[in-house]
C-alpha cells in the first residue's frame, strides 16, 4: 500500500507541486529569451508591456491546463481506469517536457507556451485521478494517511522545484530550459513503477464487474488473511449502487441526495484556494527583506517555508487517522484565522519596532504550519470520502474545475487587492478563513474509520431533511 502511494504521488500531484515552483527561479533568463528572440526574429525591441502580457500568458497558461486537465481527468479515470489514466497522463508530461526543453534551441517561445499548457493539463488530471486511486485502494482505517500522500507529494514536489531550481543547480541561465524540461524525470518514474500494481479493486469490481480481478488486486494489497472484509464493504456498495452507472458532473447538481456533499466540496475547495496562503508567498519576501535578510540569501530562506509545507503534510498523514478530518480541518482554519490577525498588526508597525519583522517572519510559518496541517491536507482527502463509486470522479472533476478557477482569479485579482488593501489585505482572508471554519463545524459529521456508504447515511439527514 505505502509502494503503490509513492508510485501514484510521483507522476500525480508531485508534478503539480513541481511545475508550480520551478517557473519562479528562470523568470529573468525567461524574460532575456524573449527580448533575445523577439530582436533576432523582427528586428525591434520587445515592447515592456507585451513582455509583461508575454510572461504573464506563460506562468498564468498552466492554471487554464490544469482546468482542461480537470474537465477530463474524471472521464478518463472512467473510461480507461484510475491506473490506465495515470500511465496515458505521463505522455502528455514527457512530451511538455520536450516541448519546453526545446524552445530555447529552436528561438520558439511558442513551444515554452505550448509545453506550459500541456503541463497543467497533466498536473490538472493527475491532481483528479491521483486521490481516486487512492481512496479507493485504502482500507477505511487508513484512509486518512493514505489520502495524505497527495498532498505530500504536492509539498514534496514544491520544495523539491525550490531545491533544483536554485542557481547553483538548474536555475542559472545556462541550464533554465534543462529545468523546465525536467518534468519528465518523474513521469518516467511512474511509467517505470506504476505497471507493477493492480488497478483500483472498486474499479474493477463496481465499474467493470470483474469480481475475480478485484480479488487478485485486494490480496495484492492487503494480504490473502485480510482482504474478505474489504471485499464485503466493496460488495454492499456495489449492491447498493445497483448497477448504477458513473455519473456526469451535471448529473449531480440535480441530486438532491448529493446536495450538501457538492456544497462541502465547492466551499472547502474555494476556501483552500482563498484563505490566504497565495498572500503569505507574495509578502514573504517583503517580510524577510524587512528582518534584514539579504536578496541573495531570500531563495535559501524561502526554502523554509516549502520545507513547512512538507513536514505539516507528513504531520497530517500521521494525525488524521488518530484525530480526525473536523478537529483537524477546523483547528487548521482557526489558527490561520489568528495569524491573520498578527500578520495585520505586524505589518501596520513593520517601521516602527525593529523586533516586528522577526514576529511577521515567525507569523509566515506559522501560518504554513496551520494551512498544511488542516486544509492543504484534508479537502482532498475529503472529497474522496464523500461520494460513493458512481459519483466520486464527477465529484472530483467538479472539485478540480472550482479549485483551478479559483487559482486562476485569486491570481488575477491578488495584485489589484494587495495594492488597494495593503497589509489589510489579511482581514479579507481572516473573514474567509472563520468562515469556513464555522460552515465545516455545522456541517461535515467525522468521516474517520467510516465506509462509503455510512458517510451518505450521515448527509441523508441533511439531504432529506430530520424526518426521513
Known sequence: LFLAVCAVGIGGTFQYGYNVSIINAPTQHIHRFLNETWTHRYHKQLNPNLLTFLWSVIASIFSLGGLCGALIGGSMAIRLGRKGALLMNNIIAILASILMGISFPTGLFELLIAGRFLIGINSGIGICVQPLYIGEVAPKHLRGGMAMGTSIFLTGGILTGQIIGLRELLGGETYWPLLLSSSCFPAFAQLLFLPWFPESPRYLLIDRGDELSCAKALKRFHGSSEYRREMEDIQRECFALDGEKPRKPWQLFTDRGVRWQLITVIVMTMGQQLSGINAIYFYATYIFEQAGISAEKIPYVTLGTGACECLTALTCGLLIDYVGRRCLII?????????????????????????????????????ILSFGLGPGGITNTLTA????????????????????ISFFTIGMLFPFIVNGLKQYCFLVFLLECSSVATFIFLVIPET???SFLEIRKEFHKLNFGRNS
Open 331 to 367: 483547528g487548521g482554519y482557526l489558527l490561520m484565522t489568528l495569524w491573520s490577525i498578527v500578520l495585520t498588526f505586524c505589518l501596520t508597525y513593520q517601521e516602527l519596532y525593529s523586533w516586528v519583522p522577526y514576529v511577521s517572519m515567525t507569523s509566515i510559518f506559522a501560518f
Open 385 to 404: 470520502e464523500l461520494f460513493i463509486q458512481s459519483s466520486r470522479p464527477a465529484a472530483y472533476m467538479i472539485g478540480g474545475t472550482v479549485s483551478w
Open 448 to 450: 474517520k474509520n467510516k
